[in-house]
């Protein structure tokens, strides 16, 4: 176990996310993402009162797919709920289409929130769409080069381990070690950051 001991303790829940990227032959990448929500414990279904949902069974199971190019605009979203609390929950489906055309490489984040936000969605395919552009960058190799090579990939200075003053850069980035990392650039105006959601991303652009 990776974890010191735990105290004593008796499990509840179970939530396994999934993630994987594949490269289409029509040189497009498809995202994927699954949830799955279940109990340690029997316990009455609200769905039908009637029944018992046994431990394991899933309360939450969800699957996105969602096609992007390589600037990471999304050009397609397919969702599927095999399980869910509520009759109702299946409703939320039709809106992760408002997601076409919104990038993944920049206001991910601001765009998930302007157009799956409160009750126009679900909170748990919102959480899968979040970490879905993580899944991205890592998927879609073109995501973390830079067309003009004195220009850093955009990975590094974003964490402790691509530190531009760090060992990680001096061993592999070695033109870089050292380097100043830019400056944050300044917040969009509220007016101009829903459109920024709709383009693609430049190239130098982050994740949300």
């Not at 176990?1 to 993630?19: D, E, G, I, W």
């Not at 009162?49 to 699957?63: F, Q």
């Not at 509520?86 to 206001?107: D, I, N, P, Y």
Request: charged content about 20%.
């Amino acid at each position: 176990m990776p974890l010191s001991p735990p105290a004593p303790r008796t499990l509840k829940h179970v939530r396994r996310v999934n993630y994987q990227g594949f490269e289409r032959d029509d040189g497009l990448w498809d995202i994927e993402g699954e949830l799955h929500d279940s109990k340690a414990y029997d316990a009455p279904s609200h769905r039908d009162p009637t029944r018992t949902r046994l431990a394991g069974e899933a309360i939450h199971h969800m699957w996105l797919r969602v096609t992007v190019n390589r600037q990471l605009v999304v050009q397609a979203v397919d969702v599927s709920m095999d399980s869910h609390p509520l009759k109702g929950c299946t409703e939320a489906q039709a809106a992760l289409q408002r997601m076409v055309g919104c990038s993944m490489a920049r206001g991910w984040r601001q765009a998930i929130q302007k157009h799956l936000g409160g009750v126009e969605s679900c909170t748990h395919l919102r959480e899968l769409l979040f970490n879905l552009a993580t899944a991205a960058f890592q998927s879609v190799p073109a995501v973390f080069s830079s067309s003009d090579p004195a220009e850093p990939p955009r990975h590094l200075g974003q964490c402790t381990g691509w530190d531009f003053n760090g060992n990680g850069v001096k061993e592999f980035f070695p033109q870089f070690y050292g380097r100043e990392p830019k400056a944050p650039a300044p917040a969009a105006p509220a007016a101009d950051t829903a459109s920024a959601t709709e383009i693609s991303a430049p190239s130098g652009a982050s994740a949300s």
